[in-house]
């Protein structure tokens, strides 16, 4: 038994085939091997809390024991990574909010964004930075990713390495 009230569920087998997919936090849905994989016909929905090489540890919620039971047989079953919505489902919460308070700097980003606007250029040279840099390891590249970011008048873009 798991905490409030949950199931510990630990499937194990001599070789579970594409571990290194799942992660600990990983939502997973459990069909049992041959059956159609639907939503509703899931056996359970869990998340995974540790994997070693041959075991996947599940907490699920609700539980009709019968189901996993083995006695000893050989049973199969697949688990399949589900998508977890939290980060869509707050992108989606602030993209509203921002189309509700359409007045401010927020108004000009979702026009730029939506191409209702074309972004103001920058005033990107050389020279424009930081007098003092905050990171001093920074390589010339990150440099001046940095400054172009800083001299943009709406919005900029940096895709790099960490510590840019």
């Not at 989606?92 to 606007?117: C, N, P």
Request: with cysteine.
């Amino acid at each position: 038994a798991g905490l409030y009230g949950r199931t510990n569920l630990v499937l194990e087998g001599e070789s579970l085939s594409r571990v290194q997919t799942f992660g600990p936090g990983d939502i997973a849905a459990i069909y049992q091997q041959g059956h159609s994989i639907d939503e509703q016909d899931s056996l359970a929905h869990g998340l995974i809390f540790r994997l070693t090489a041959n075991t996947i540890h599940i907490t699920i919620e609700d539980n009709d024991d019968e189901q996993f039971n083995s006695s000893g047989d050989t049973c199969l079953f697949m688990i399949i990574k589900m998508a977890n919505d939290v980060t869509y489902r707050r992108l989606k919460h602030v993209l509203t909010l921002m189309v509700k308070q359409r007045q401010g700097i927020a108004h000009h980003l979702l026009d730029i964004a939506f191409e209702s606007a074309d972004p103001i250029p920058s005033n990107f040279s050389e020279s424009t930075g930081p007098s003092q840099w905050f990171n001093e390891n920074l390589d010339q590249s990150q440099r001046e990713a940095v400054s172009f970011a800083l001299a943009s008048r709406d919005i900029s873009i940096i895709h790099g390495p960490p510590g840019t």
